[in-house]
């Protein structure tokens, strides 16, 4: 089974360890030696004051997914190991 990025967009990731709804993914981690993936990348959701902001992403390596359906992705992973704080960045970096 093939499938485009921008099919794995659309599909919600869920955990079921704990049933938790972690959100869509927004990137890929590759190997382009490889040719392979590495991870699928979720922003975790954040609010602050009404004000969205990104406190880091899940990082969830490919062998943690045990399902790809029609319209979710069913993982079996660890949150505070697969979460990875965002990046601070500079003024002007």
Do not use: H, Q, T
Request: aromatic letters at 8%.
């Amino acid at each position: 089974m093939a499938l485009r990025f921008s099919e794995l967009r659309c599909k919600e990731v869920i955990n079921v360890s704990d049933g938790a709804r972690l959100g869509y993914v927004s990137d890929l981690e590759l190997d382009c030696e490889a040719g392979r993936v590495l991870a699928l990348v979720v922003p975790v959701p954040g609010k602050l004051f009404g004000f969205f902001l990104s406190p880091g992403d899940y990082v969830i390596p490919w062998p943690c997914i045990r399902r790809i359906g029609g319209d979710i992705i069913l993982v079996d992973v660890c949150l505070e190991e697969a979460r990875r704080p965002k990046e601070k960045r500079g003024l002007f970096r």
